[in-house]
């Protein structure tokens, strides 16, 4: 199993911006040194003839066909219905100063 020094520790939470106390350090030393040896476990593993698993429910993802709907109105007679336009775009007064 792998063992992880104190010093390994306090980099990890350093890394992490974790502050931890002495007592934190020999808790998290222990802890994620188990996690390790566990790591350590499934990469012992063999998984040769296994095919990867992306979908464990069956569900599909269900999609629509796309439809256009045409409402009669361009883009073009919608923009001389407005207040003020430039350049194909509608033009307001600034909301950021």
Do not use: C, W
């Amino acid at each position: 199993m792998t063992k992880l020094s104190r010093d390994d520790v306090l980099k990890l939470a350093r890394l992490a911006r974790l502050y931890i106390n002495d007592d934190e350090v020999e808790s998290f030393r222990t802890d994620l040194s188990a996690i390790l040896g566990y790591v350590e476990q499934l990469k012992a593993v063999d998984v040769s003839g296994l095919k990867p698993t992306t979908q464990v429910t069956g569900l599909t993802n269900v999609m629509r066909e796309d439809t256009v709907i045409d409402y009669g109105v361009s883009p073009e007679k919608l923009l001389r219905l407005a207040p003020s336009t430039e350049a194909g775009h509608l033009k307001v007064k600034r909301m950021l100063t």
